[in-house]
């Protein structure tokens, strides 16, 4: 009995045949929703460890780096160019806000993410005014702050429920609140130096006063716009001019 010998194998190419013919749809298609990548920054190994965990298991998102120092920060975030930064505030030498500050304008597509313990006015102004995009307690449960990441990325900005009620309180009007315009025309302009994010120092030089000079003028802004901190005057400046 004889046997068929096997047909000799033909490359697709010289079938008249491409791969793309064999390829569904969902192999021809880009990805449209990438990975959300994210870095993280925390002083805790714990909670540290925690965090990174949560990002690599968590679907949809990409682990980049995480650091356990401002000054570390500030080297290797440039080059690894995350989509979101989850940083702590309490750091041991340059605080989570100044990485905001100094390198918000530097990775202007990535978004910053404050993940902390302070609940006070103070920290939460100054870490919004340096550029954060959202506040968030550590406390915070997994599936929360995944969505808060999710948020940030998508152009929100979320914050822990009483965080949130501390800054709607801050611009609910008040009987004695005081405008803008009750301010002198120094303590304007030193204000407006403020909000443009000089220097005490700057401030002085630029207007040719004294350092003390400064600090007073900033006292009786403070005092007239009833806020307690840089932050909460550069915010309460914008919501009311």
Same mark, same amino acid.
């Given at each position: 009995? %004889?046997? =068929?010998? !096997? ?7 010289? !079938?008249? @045949?491409?791969?793309? =013919?064999?390829?569904t ?6 990805? /449209?929703?990438?990975?959300?990548? &994210? ?37 290797? #975030? $440039?080059?690894?160019? $995350?989509? +979101?930064? #989850?940083?702590?505030? %309490?750091? $041991? ?9 100094? #390198?918000? /304008?530097v ?9 902390? &313990?302070?609940?006070? !006015? ?9 550029g ?24 929100? /900005? ?7 009620? =501390?800054? &709607? ?6 009987? %004695?609140?005081? =405008? ?13 130096f @403020?909000v ?14 004294? +350092?003390p000079? &400064?600090? !007073? ?8 716009l ?16």
């Amino acid at each position: 009995m %004889n046997e =068929k010998s !096997a047909a000799p194998y033909r490359p697709l190419s010289e !079938a008249g @045949l491409s791969r793309d =013919k064999f390829l569904t749809d969902s192999d021809m298609k880009p990805d /449209s929703h990438p990975d959300i990548a &994210v870095s993280i920054v925390e002083d805790d190994m714990r909670a540290r460890h925690i965090f990174s965990k949560w990002i690599r298991e968590a679907e949809g998102f990409r682990y980049v780096s995480d650091y356990r120092t401002a000054e570390d920060a500030l080297i290797h #975030l $440039p080059l690894d160019k $995350p989509d +979101v930064v #989850l940083t702590d505030i %309490n750091l $041991p030498v340059l605080s989570g806000i100044e990485i905001v500050r100094r #390198l918000k /304008s530097v990775l202007p597509q990535t978004q910053f993410l404050m993940l902390t &313990v302070y609940e006070d !006015a103070d920290h939460i102004f100054e870490a919004l005014a340096a550029g954060a995009i959202g506040y968030m307690l550590k406390e915070t449960p997994l599936e929360e702050l995944l969505g808060a990441l999710r948020s940030v990325h998508a152009g929100g /900005s979320p914050m822990s429920g009483s965080i949130a009620r =501390k800054v &709607v309180q801050t611009f609910q009007p008040t009987v %004695n609140q005081q =405008k803008p315009d009750s301010l002198s025309p120094r303590e304007r302009q030193v204000l407006e130096f @403020l909000v443009r994010g000089y220097l005490y120092k700057e401030i002085a030089d630029t207007l040719s006063i004294s +350092v003390p000079t &400064v600090n !007073a003028h900033i006292r009786h802004v403070y005092e007239k716009l009833h806020v307690r901190s840089r932050g909460q005057a550069v915010a309460k400046y914008r919501h009311l001019s």
